[in-house]
């Protein structure tokens, strides 16, 4: 199975802020990454996939990189609805697999 | 507006059975892959099952394999998970998610999700 492992796995920040989270794959997956956004007692959302590719709908201070093993969301200008846990999701082959979360937390 | 409504949730022994249902509205049901994923209260998400739109292929987590069921009844545009001998692992909450279309490895609709909690 394809591990994804996200780092950090909290960060805190502050309004205005950028934020970085990272997703590395035990084994290269091409551009078959995705990011999700929950908050507490939400469904997951759906803010980015194929790596790079932005959902409609989602604003576009996200946004996404990265192909092969590493992978990156980027949050510009932190808002206060951005406080949640974002997930990554691989999506070559079965079994899917998500990493553990990044928890972003109010400075 | 797409919706996922799943129910069926309950309080089960271990060894028990359960149906989790999953009604669709506000889409082409039976265009669409679905997926199951399962949540334990406070932790991260994990990939149970997933289902093509015919409901002609299905896939399974090793963790799962041979004791759930998922089904798809387009005419109902309802998703189903037939849960059999389930164990106290099993306890989380279990969502429906929709596939991207065209990119059918991710996923662009969740439902709430419905607890299922195994314990004696």
């Known amino acids: 199975d394809i591990q994804l492992t996200q780092s950090p796995s909290s960060v805190s920040a502050s309004v205005g802020d950028r934020v970085t989270i990272t997703c590395r794959a035990s084994q290269g997956i091409s551009h078959w990454l995705a990011w999700y956004q929950q908050k507490p007692g939400k469904a997951p959302k759906l803010l980015i996939y194929?790596?790079?590719s932005l959902q409609s709908g989602v604003p576009s201070r996200f946004s996404g990189s990265g192909y092969g093993t590493d992978f990156t969301l980027t949050i510009t200008s932190l808002q206060p609805e951005d406080f949640a846990t974002y997930y990554c999701q691989q999506g070559t082959g079965f079994p899917r697999t998500f990493g553990r979360g990044t928890k972003v937390e109010i400075k | 507006e797409v919706q996922l409504l799943e129910s069926g949730g309950a309080l089960v022994q271990p060894g028990g059975s359960l149906r989790l249902s999953c009604a669709a509205s506000?889409?082409?049901?039976?265009?669409?892959?679905m997926t199951w994923v399962r949540q334990i209260p406070g932790k991260g998400l994990d990939w149970v099952s997933s289902?093509?739109?015919?409901?002609?292929?299905?896939y399974y987590a090793d963790s799962v394999k041979g004791r759930f069921t998922i089904s798809k009844d387009n005419s109902k545009n309802t998703l189903y998970l037939h849960m059999n001998n389930l164990r106290a692992e099993d306890t989380a909450v279990y969502h429906c998610?929709?596939?991207?279309?065209?990119?059918?490895?991710?996923?662009?609709?969740w439902g709430q999700g419905t607890l299922v909690s195994v314990s004696s």
């Open positions: 506000g889409f082409t049901f039976r265009s669409y892959d």
């Open positions: 289902i093509t739109n015919d409901g002609a292929t299905t």
């Open positions: 194929a790596a790079s």
């Open positions: 998610a929709r596939d991207l279309l065209g990119s059918p490895f991710f996923f662009d609709k």
